[in-house]
């Protein structure tokens, strides 16, 4: 069952939420009940459980938070979405650590949202996540674009060199989270033309997802940032 974007839909978005606080499972799913074209699928305390019921409800999008009891989210995610390759997985954790953000994404999740969101932001980021979009908290991701405009010379990474000039350009409007319209309205070009530089770039990059490539962007300036801070004055 594919994505179904919003309340007029005839097949509501099938939810499955995954953390080991019954609280937390008990309050996400009365927040879902106050939603139309929502429904609560199935749940989950662990691993585990979560692999299992998933494969079990098929939902369209699991809510999954990333630290559980007999593991990782991560693991999980990157479980699920190998079984289910059409179900959408939204981490959902306390704290912006780029670490698991970056893990969570290269397992396949399609956004990361912090606790601390408002219900109604996360009704949103789980429609948006069921209809096919990437998702990542803006404050996960702030300042990537920017960071991305040093240059690719002073990154060093492989990968990166692979890139036109345009193509790079391109990346740093993808890891700040525009859409290909977006994109095509700052670099002046045509949306066609920016699907077309998104498709080239992501195979030279070895990715599928405009999330992965945005955390793989938001980890080489890390790094980066990390070597200029530890590298002695000349």
């Known amino acids: 069952m594919q994505a179904h974007v919003g309340p007029s839909t005839l097949m509501p978005l099938r939810v499955m939420i995954v953390d080991d606080h019954e609280v937390v ?27 299992d019921r998933a494969e079990w409800a098929r ?52 956004g990361y949202v912090l606790k601390q969101v408002k219900g109604g932001d996360l009704v949103r980021a789980i429609r948006a ?8 908290d803006p404050a996960v991701t702030r300042g990537v674009l920017d960071r991305l405009r040093r240059g690719k010379h002073l990154l060093g990474d492989e990968r990166l060199a692979r890139l036109s000039a345009q193509e790079e350009r391109i990346l740093g409007e993808v890891a700040d989270g ?35 490539a945005a955390a793989y962007a938001a980890r080489i300036f890390e790094e980066h940032d990390h070597g200029e801070r530890e590298s002695p004055a000349s």
């Open 59 to 110: 939902p369209d999008v699991v809510v999954m938070d990333i630290r559980l009891p007999d593991g990782s989210g991560i693991d999980a995610t990157r479980e699920i979405r190998a079984r289910l390759p059409n179900t959408q997985v939204l981490m959902l954790t306390t704290f912006a650590d780029d670490e698991a953000l970056f893990a969570s994404i290269m397992a396949g999740a399609a």
């Open 178 to 212: 525009k859409t290909n319209r977006e994109i095509g309205v700052d670099l002046k070009l045509a949306e066609k033309t920016v699907k077309n530089y998104v498709s080239a770039l992501f195979a030279k990059l070895g990715m599928e997802r405009r999330t992965q």
């Open 25 to 51: 499972r008990n309050g996400i799913k009365a927040l879902l009940a106050e939603e139309e074209g929502l429904t609560v699928a199935a749940e989950a305390g662990g691993v585990r459980e979560a692999v």
């Open 129 to 136: 996540v069921g209809a096919g979009q990437n998702l990542l």
